[in-house]
Nanobody, 115 residues
Framework: QVQLVESGGSSVQAGGSLELTCAASGSILNVNVMGWYRQIQGNRRQLVAGISKSGTTNYADSVKGRFTVSRDNAKNRVYLQMNNLKPEDTGVYYC?????????WGQGTQVTVSS
């Protein structure tokens, strides 16, 4: 079992920046890919950014050039640096971890961007 706890969500104005942190605990050795998803107004969660244990990253087209995902394997943490935030980035951001055919989710953290 893997436990994920997100932090860093807040309300900011458009053009601002936030950094989200996901702290992982439990059976961390089973985790390969970690990432961030967001859910906007009850719609399906969509991938924002992902990073493998080796550091390979992928991003949603809408955040490329603005968001950066990083990972500290020694601290069992994954980060999402969000710059030049836009109102359409508003939503609940969830940390996700996958490995050995399993998937785990955090409780989510709210990001609100006002125009």
């Amino acid at each position: 079992q893997v436990q994920l706890v997100e932090s860093g969500g807040s309300s900011v104005q458009a053009g601002g920046s936030l950094e989200l942190t996901c702290a992982a605990s439990g059976s961390i050795l089973n985790v390969n890919v970690m990432g961030w998803y967001r859910q906007i107004q009850g719609n399906r969660r969509q991938l924002v950014a992902g990073i493998s244990k080796s550091g390979t990253t992928n991003y949603a087209d809408s955040v490329k050039g603005r968001f950066t995902v990083s990972r500290d394997n020694a601290k069992n943490r994954v980060y999402l640096q969000m710059n030049n935030l836009k109102p359409e980035d508003t939503g609940v951001y969830y940390c996700n971890a996958r490995g050995l055919g399993y998937e785990w989710w955090g409780q989510g953290t709210q990001v609100t961007v006002s125009s």
